[in-house]
């Protein structure tokens, strides 16, 4: 009988685990992940996993409520709070959730108030595009609504006339969120 560490070793050996392959446990098999992006086009890109555990029930209303205060960004430059809430958008897409049964919010406030912007305001205070344009575009687009902190735009120097489109102006985060929570949404801290 081979020693039980031994047998281990050329089984490890066999899986692969690479840039754009999935794990496998056989040896000379190499699969691609697929990735997909369902609603969100662009961004928020997932691996379907047919038969995961708790799946949310496409029957159900989901209603989460975002609470986006970072900025820190994906080497692509966008926000990446903000992209995983595109990914989300996408999972319960893929699982079934359409855009009915999807009451996605996001409240803005702190690093993430820039977000709020609008392209035009974004390139005069920043000297550069807003890299999230599109991003908030799909977003809005998918059914999600966005806030943003009125007292983080204060505090940022920001104006509601500055905000963007697709962004509303909350009384403050720290009111959006718990009125939102009474409205029966989850609260999910990014």
């Known amino acids: 009988m081979p020693h039980p560490i031994r047998f281990a070793l050329p089984v490890l050996a066999a899986l692969s685990i690479g840039t754009g392959s999935a794990l496998t446990a056989n040896a000379g098999t190499s699969s691609q992940t697929d990735w997909i992006n369902p609603v969100i086009k ?46 989300a958008v996408n999972v319960y897409s893929d699982a079934g959730v359409d855009q009915e049964h999807r009451k996605f919010a996001v409240v803005l406030h702190g690093a993430a108030t820039p977000l709020a912007l609008s392209p035009d305001a974004y390139k005069a205070k920043f000297g550069k595009e807003d890299p999230d344009t599109k991003l908030k575009e799909e977003l809005t687009k ?40 009474s409205q029966g949404y989850e609260l999910f801290k990014m």
């Open 42 to 87: 662009d961004y928020g890109k997932m691996h379907p996993v047919p038969n995961g555990a708790l799946k949310p029930d496409p029957n159900k209303t989901w209603k989460i409520v975002f609470d986006i205060g970072g900025g820190d960004t994906t080497k692509e430059g966008v926000n990446k709070a903000l992209w995983h809430v595109a990914r």
């Open 142 to 181: 998918a059914g999600v609504k966005l806030y943003v902190c009125g007292q983080a735009l204060a505090d940022n120097g920001f104006t509601p006339d500055q905000v963007g489109p697709n962004v509303e102006v909350a009384l403050s985060a720290l009111a959006a969120i718990p009125v939102l929570e």
